[in-house]
């Protein structure tokens, strides 16, 4: 697929078709991937769920002050980094 091409509303159509696709997950689901409760270690932002399981910075479902299994949304302005961290993990689902 050539997205240079296709006009910005083709691409979020796309995008929104993807989102759609995934599979929902309670703020209560959410909460049993903390790392203790189950083994994934997911943690939310702006909707989605990211799989943090693989990341040193993580261990035991925690980094620094913030716990997995929890939408990180409103926290993010407080880190010294910014959104983009997420790219670097899967997303497994959308918090409903």
């Known amino acids: 697929m050539d997205y240079k091409k296709q006009t910005i509303f083709e691409i979020q159509y796309v995008i ?3 989102k759609d696709a995934l599979r929902s997950f309670s703020k209560n689901q959410l ?4 790392g203790q409760d189950k083994p994934e270690i997911w943690v939310a932002f702006q ?3 990211y799989d943090v ?4 910075l993580w261990r035991n479902g ?18 010294p980094h910014t959104a983009s961290v997420f790219e670097k993990f899967k997303v497994v689902g959308q918090l409903n």
């Open 16 to 18: 929104r078709m993807q």
């Open 31 to 34: 909460a049993l991937r903390n």
């Open 47 to 49: 909707g989605l769920i």
């Open 53 to 56: 399981s693989d990341s040193r």
């Open 62 to 79: 925690k980094h620094y002050e913030h716990w997995a299994g929890q939408d990180l949304t409103h926290e993010l302005p407080d880190a």
